[in-house]
């Protein structure tokens, strides 16, 4: 009788964490659905229902649609009321409580009959309550709660804004992103750049991202067919859970863990002090608290110019003067070919063992510094590398650029540091910025990546050219496409760019750590329904193309580009500005223009 008690107990016990641990946010099963929108009203309805019905009966406590799920009017060959779509609307609603589930969506609608359509995303409740009626590119986000997970909804190009995209997560704690898109969602097109805008993401805000997007069985205008799908479950840490390519009219039912999404690096983006009043004025207009007007910024201007860049790719020994004397014999050789900038890697000077970083003297970098300079004096050429420095007492990750003169234009300190048993992170915003004959530029490294926020108000404030140092030496296939995607998103910024990374240096007799190249020169170009331009060995419209890219060995690759006054991402200019302009809150547009002037640090060119 004892043992019968003790067990059933347990059993009461064992049930009652389970059911905690859902009420708590620990875990929700979600069910991800891939549709082929239909072109009538009363057809995806049906589609619908018997989705949300097919959930229940799987144990979900979420289902999941695409944009435009139920009516899609570019697309419908039937013209209902309003009414009609209202009530239509109101009957997922009813089945969202019948099912007991909470149930999200996206449809066309319109205010009134003869109104212009606008996408909406609905958020229903197990009780079959309405707790969202979110209209695309317009609203700002909304923190609902399921079963007590804080989380957030977007519609596709909403990603594009900060305050939708990550905003949320850094400053009301959602741990899961639902972004219903409607097209080229998680699908590029390419085997190794799929999910690309969703893997960087949860990295950045490690958080889950969850993202369901229709499939279309026509042509787009890349000469894909069929085109979108790539619905997925993406985890904390960047990686796929779970997803679908092109199947059509399908769902897939996962457990996740929400204890998993620690929102680690979105506290410390949330924290850090030279972003900190940024996030604290956006957490003011996610609930309503008006901000002070911020002054009217004129973004830079640039010169009309063509620069040759140039992207020196190479192997890094342990043995500083090895390291040196292959920087040289680059800056020489590049200098030939009339490039006007060079660019090496991060730590290009000592490599990036940890012994050694920790162990090379002041006065060597001082002496590989002199020598660099007067290179670059002697070929007229700019140059950027990467190498430690001590500054203020403290060892720290910099870049150095240095003029076709030989001055040192800008020393910029890494801001993310990861590796903080090597390095202090920096504290200026304004060492990262520069010109290359008057062409305004930035200039970032390594684990900066992360941090799209210096990257996208850096465009805002009329950044052109990009340059990321890196040395990644988690070669591993999955790390290496991760970081693929991550550098192509963070480019995405500037008109053009480029990331340089160490090459393998496996074959050199003292290497340091291992590395596997892929260095890319990169440009933005085309665009929405707009084909390929010429040039490009890569095309991807909404992010940034490759123009030139790197194998695993010693290399340097080339591209001329020629520049233009302004970066059509900036403040005046950027479609995100127009609509924030366009809220009821223009607030938002002073929230990303006190970004613009923060991302400076008083830098004046």
């Given at each position: 009788?004892?043992?019968?008690r003790?067990?059933?107990?347990?059993?009461?016990?064992?049930?009652?964490?389970?059911?905690?641990?859902?009420?708590?946010?620990?875990?929700?099963?979600?069910?991800?659905?891939?549709?082929v929108?239909?072109?009538?009203?009363?057809?995806?309805?049906?589609?619908?229902?018997s989705?949300?019905?097919?959930?229940?009966?799987?144990?979900?406590?979420?289902?999941?649609?695409?944009?435009?799920?139920?009516?899609?009017?570019?697309?419908a060959?039937?013209k209902?009321?309003?009414?009609?779509?209202?009530?239509?609307?109101?009957?997922?609603?009813?089945r969202?409580?019948?099912?007991?589930?909470?149930?999200?969506?996206?449809?066309?609608?319109?205010?009134?009959?003869?109104?212009?359509?606008?996408?909406?995303?609905?958020?229903?409740?197990?009780?079959?309550?309405?707790?969202?009626?979110?209209?695309?590119?317009?609203?700002?986000?909304?923190?609902?709660?399921?079963?007590?997970?804080?989380?957030?909804?977007?519609?596709?190009?909403?990603?594009?804004?900060?305050?939708?995209?990550?905003?949320?997560?850094?400053?009301?704690?959602?741990?899961?992103?639902?972004?219903?898109?409607?097209?080229?969602?998680?699908?590029?097109?390419?085997?190794?750049?799929?999910?690309?805008?969703?893997?960087?993401?949860?990295?950045?805000t490690?958080?889950?991202?969850?993202?369901?997007?229709?499939?279309?069985?026509?042509?787009?205008?890349?000469?894909?067919?069929?085109?979108?799908?790539?619905?997925?479950?993406?985890?904390?840490?960047?990686?796929?859970?779970?997803?679908?390519?092109?199947?059509?009219?399908?769902?897939?039912?996962?457990?996740?863990?929400?204890?998993?999404?620690?929102?680690?690096?979105?506290?410390?983006?949330?924290?850090?002090?030279?972003?900190?009043?940024?996030?604290?004025?956006?957490?003011?207009?996610?609930?309503?608290?008006?901000?002070?007007?911020?002054?009217?910024?004129?973004?830079?201007?640039?010169?009309?110019?063509?620069?040759?860049?140039?992207?020196?790719?190479?192997?890094?020994?342990?043995?500083?003067?090895?390291?040196?004397?292959?920087?040289?014999?680059?800056?020489?050789?590049?200098?030939?070919?009339?490039?006007?900038?060079?660019?090496?890697?991060?730590?290009?000077v000592?490599?990036?063992?940890?012994?050694?970083?920790?162990?090379?003297?002041?006065s060597?970098?001082?002496?590989?510094?002199?020598?660099?300079?007067?290179?670059?004096?002697?070929?007229?050429?700019?140059?950027?590398?990467?190498?430690?420095?001590?500054?203020?007492?403290?060892?720290?990750?910099?870049?150095?650029?240095i003029?076709?003169?030989?001055?040192?234009?800008?020393?910029y300190?890494q801001?993310?540091?990861?590796?903080?048993?090597?390095?202090?992170?920096g504290?200026?915003?304004?060492a990262?910025?520069?010109?290359?004959?008057?062409?305004?530029?930035?200039?970032?490294?390594?684990?900066?990546?992360?941090?799209?926020?210096?990257?996208?108000?850096?465009?805002?404030?009329?950044?052109?050219l990009h340059?990321?140092?890196?040395?990644?030496?988690?070669?591993?296939?999955?790390?290496?496409?991760?970081?693929?995607?991550?550098?192509?998103?963070?480019?995405?910024?500037?008109?053009?760019?480029?990331?340089?990374?160490?090459?393998?240096?496996?074959?050199?007799?003292?290497?340091?750590?291992?590395?596997?190249?892929?260095?890319?020169?990169?440009?933005?170009?085309?665009?929405?329904?707009?084909?390929s331009?010429?040039?490009?060995?890569?095309y991807?419209p909404?992010?940034?193309?490759?123009?030139?890219?790197?194998?695993?060995?010693?290399t340097?690759?080339?591209?001329?580009?020629?520049?233009?006054?302004?970066?059509?991402?900036?403040?005046?200019?950027?479609?995100?500005?127009?609509?924030?302009?366009?809220?009821?809150?223009r607030?938002?547009?002073?929230?990303?223009?006190?970004?613009?002037?923060?991302?400076?640090?008083?830098?004046?060119?």
């Amino acid at each position: 009788m004892i043992i019968l008690r003790k067990c059933f107990i347990a059993i009461i016990l064992a049930s009652t964490c389970s059911l905690m641990s859902t009420v708590c946010g620990k875990k929700l099963t979600v069910g991800v659905v891939q549709t082929v929108i239909e072109n009538k009203l009363e057809q995806n309805r049906t589609k619908l229902i018997s989705f949300v019905d097919e959930a229940k009966v799987r144990g979900c406590q979420l289902v999941i649609f695409p944009e435009g799920a139920l009516y899609w009017a570019d697309i419908a060959i039937d013209k209902p009321a309003k009414a009609e779509i209202d009530a239509t609307i109101e009957k997922i609603g009813q089945r969202a409580r019948q099912a007991g589930i909470w149930v999200i969506f996206g449809t066309s609608y319109k205010l009134t009959d003869n109104g212009k359509y606008h996408n909406r995303g609905v958020v229903y409740n197990p009780d079959g309550k309405r707790v969202l009626f979110y209209r695309k590119n317009q609203d700002v986000p909304q923190r609902f709660f399921i079963h007590g997970v804080p989380c957030n909804l977007l519609i596709c190009s909403d990603r594009g804004y900060l305050e939708h995209s990550d905003l949320p997560c850094l400053v009301q704690g959602s741990q899961v992103i639902i972004d219903i898109s409607g097209g080229h969602g998680g699908d590029d097109g390419r085997p190794d750049l799929r999910l690309i805008r969703y893997r960087p993401w949860a990295t950045r805000t490690n958080a889950y991202v969850i993202v369901s997007n229709p499939v279309h069985d026509d042509t787009d205008f890349m000469g894909h067919s069929p085109w979108g799908g790539g619905s997925a479950i993406i985890r904390p840490d960047g990686s796929i859970q779970a997803g679908r390519r092109y199947e059509k009219d399908v769902m897939f039912v996962e457990e996740i863990n929400t204890e998993k999404a620690t929102l680690a690096e979105a506290k410390l983006r949330r924290n850090h002090p030279l972003f900190r009043t940024f996030w604290d004025a956006g957490r003011d207009l996610l609930e309503e608290i008006k901000i002070e007007p911020v002054p009217e910024i004129t973004p830079y201007t640039s010169a009309e110019r063509t620069i040759k860049v140039a992207a020196a790719q190479i192997a890094c020994s342990r043995d500083i003067d090895e390291n040196i004397s292959t920087i040289l014999r680059h800056i020489a050789q590049v200098a030939q070919e009339d490039a006007d900038i060079v660019v090496f890697q991060e730590l290009a000077v000592t490599g990036a063992h940890s012994d050694d970083i920790l162990s090379v003297r002041q006065s060597e970098l001082d002496n590989a510094l002199i020598k660099i300079r007067n290179a670059a004096k002697k070929g007229s050429i700019y140059v950027i590398l990467g190498m430690p420095y001590d500054i203020d007492g403290a060892r720290r990750n910099c870049a150095f650029v240095i003029s076709d003169n030989g001055t040192v234009q800008t020393r910029y300190s890494q801001i993310v540091v990861k590796r903080s048993n090597l390095f202090q992170p920096g504290t200026s915003t304004k060492a990262m910025w520069f010109n290359v004959k008057s062409v305004h530029a930035i200039v970032t490294i390594g684990d900066d990546v992360d941090w799209i926020e210096i990257a996208d108000l850096a465009a805002s404030r009329g950044m052109y050219l990009h340059f990321h140092l890196s040395y990644q030496s988690d070669t591993s296939a999955q790390s290496a496409t991760l970081r693929k995607q991550k550098n192509l998103l963070f480019l995405t910024y500037a008109k053009y760019g480029l990331v340089v990374n160490a090459a393998n240096p496996s074959q050199l007799h003292n290497p340091s750590l291992p590395a596997n190249g892929m260095s890319m020169i990169v440009s933005r170009e085309g665009g929405h329904n707009q084909a390929s331009p010429a040039g490009l060995v890569y095309y991807l419209p909404y992010q940034t193309s490759i123009v030139c890219s790197a194998g695993l060995e010693e290399t340097v690759i080339y591209t001329k580009r020629k520049t233009t006054p302004t970066n059509n991402l900036d403040l005046r200019r950027s479609w995100r500005n127009r609509n924030r302009k366009a809220r009821p809150q223009r607030d938002w547009y002073d929230w990303i223009t006190k970004g613009a002037e923060i991302i400076t640090g008083e830098y004046h060119p």
